[in-house]
């Protein structure tokens, strides 16, 4: 067993990159006081905004790298879907973006809802949403990664909607909260050094 240096400044994650290659047999919708509102063109501020706060626990930081004209050329292109999902009182809540990148897959980019909403049954919610509208006619793969820094229950969450694995790899990347993308207390179950 061997182990690997990950550099000052740096954290690593294993990556598990999952796929399905069949459309799963339709399901009832479970029952959520949510919505889901596509984003026709985000605007930058607005989806960072929404990107932080459902990602900001995980240390999501890639999208937050990005200037204007990068993120919009991002987002903002046909084979590219971004939804917020939205609480009761308006409130953005959850973030679903995906990309078709030719006729015959998809790759699920980001799907998150805020920490408080874990554990009751809004991900089976949006999941089944996101299918639904992933799996366009001529599809034949779905793609996502989840890793390690995500929730603790992702990766049984995917393969519970159906989503084998499919590779591992590990990744590397500086702390986003070392360079302030990221508030310095964001994540505290992940060590920084």
């Known amino acids: 067993m061997a182990l690997t240096r990950v550099a000052?400044?740096?954290?690593a994650t294993i990556v598990t990159t999952l796929e399905m290659r069949r459309r799963?047999?339709?399901?009832?919708?479970p029952d959520s006081p949510l919505r889901l509102v596509r984003w026709a063109r985000p605007q930058p501020d607005k989806y960072?905004?929404?990107?932080?706060?459902?990602?900001a626990p995980w240390l999501w930081y890639s999208r937050l790298t990005l200037d204007d004209a990068s993120l919009?050329?991002?987002?903002?292109r046909p084979e590219t879907q971004v939804h917020a999902v939205i609480d009761r009182a308006g409130i953005e809540v959850g973030l679903l973006e995906f990309t078709h990148p030719a006729a015959d897959w998809c790759a699920l980019d980001y799907f998150g809802l805020v920490p408080e909403l874990a554990g009751k049954g809004h991900g089976r919610w949006l999941m089944s949403l996101a299918l639904a509208m992933m799996w366009r006619p001529g599809v034949a793969l779905v793609r996502v990664n989840t890793c390690t820094l995500d929730h603790p229950s992702a990766l049984n969450f995917y393969r519970a909607q159906g989503f084998e694995s499919v590779m591992r790899t590990i990744e590397t990347f500086p702390d986003p909260r070392a360079s302030g993308l990221l508030p310095r207390d964001a994540a505290?179950?992940?060590?920084m050094l």
């Open 8 to 11: 000052p400044g740096e954290i």
């Open 24 to 29: 799963p047999p339709a399901r009832p919708l």
């Open 48 to 55: 960072r905004a929404l990107f932080a706060r459902v990602g």
């Open 72 to 76: 919009a050329a991002a987002i903002d």
């Open 188 to 191: 505290p179950q992940i060590p």
